[in-house]
């Protein structure tokens, strides 16, 4: 079971360079978020979404562009990466809410900005 | 809004030793709760989840228990091991959005 994989593991970006952070799941999981976490910060929402073609902002969008055709995929695009983005990055999926959910982490991507 | 407060590390305790990691909550209505593991160089792990007041949640001898009355749920663990060494993060679900602390290393000496 492959669960939630993310791609690349590790990316060294150059200022004002664009790049997309892969993230599949094969659970058929509807709800799909990116994180990306700093030291002392815990994990930050970036972006989420609840089902294909339903995006939504997260606390920290700003730099970040989603989209979700599939069930199954979720890139994150960084459109113009600045060193303030340097840090680690994880996509999540999850099922339900309330009292029937729980969320599944890919193995994140450790993105440096130069 | 919703959010999540932890108790910051890092903690150091010697093998056998009681822990406990603080974290308390606000939100609106009855979150779930969660505590997730992380071990270096991994992605976060569940590592149990509790879904109404009272409930304990359990798991590989970490328990913790949901306590809307000061709006709680602290892991605990009788005796902990090198191999528990981690950083452990508390997290609250509120309509499919996963609100995270900012996480508490654990370290361990044998």
């Known amino acids: 079971n492959a669960g939630v994989t993310q791609t690349p593991k590790f990316q060294v970006l150059k200022t004002g360079q664009s790049m997309t952070l892969q993230c599949a799941q094969d659970?058929?999981?509807?709800?799909m978020s990116w994180y990306r976490q700093d030291p002392g910060m815990g994990l930050r929402l970036i972006h989420y979404?609840?089902?294909?073609?339903?995006?939504d902002q997260g606390e920290v969008p700003n730099g970040y562009n989603v989209s979700r055709s599939t069930t199954e995929d979720f890139p994150l695009r960084l459109l113009s990466a600045a060193p303030s983005q340097t840090s680690v990055y994880f996509c999540?999926?999850?099922?339900?809410?309330?009292?029937?959910?729980?969320?599944?982490f890919g193995q994140g991507t450790r993105l440096t900005v130069v | 809004g919703n959010s999540v407060t932890q108790m910051e590390g890092p903690v150091t305790l010697s093998e056998e030793a009681f822990l406990t990691i603080n974290c308390t909550y606000t939100?609106?209505?009855?979150?779930?709760l969660f505590w997730y593991v992380q071990y270096p160089g991994e992605g976060l792990q569940l590592l149990l989840k509790?879904?109404?007041?009272?409930d304990k949640g359990s798991n590989k001898g970490f328990e913790a228990t949901y306590r809307k009355e000061t709006t709680s749920f602290h892991l605990e663990k009788g005796s902990v091991q090198v191999s528990d060494s981690a950083v452990y993060f508390c997290?609250?679900?509120?309509?499919?959005?996963?609100?995270f602390g900012t996480g508490t290393r654990l370290k361990v000496l044998a």
């Open positions: 659970m058929n999981h509807e709800y």
């Open positions: 997290a609250l679900e509120g309509t499919y959005k996963y609100i």
């Open positions: 979404s609840v089902g294909a073609g339903i995006t």
């Open positions: 509790a879904t109404k007041a009272d």
């Open positions: 939100a609106t209505g009855y979150p779930s």
């Open positions: 999540a999926s999850s099922y339900g809410t309330g009292e029937d959910t729980e969320a599944f």
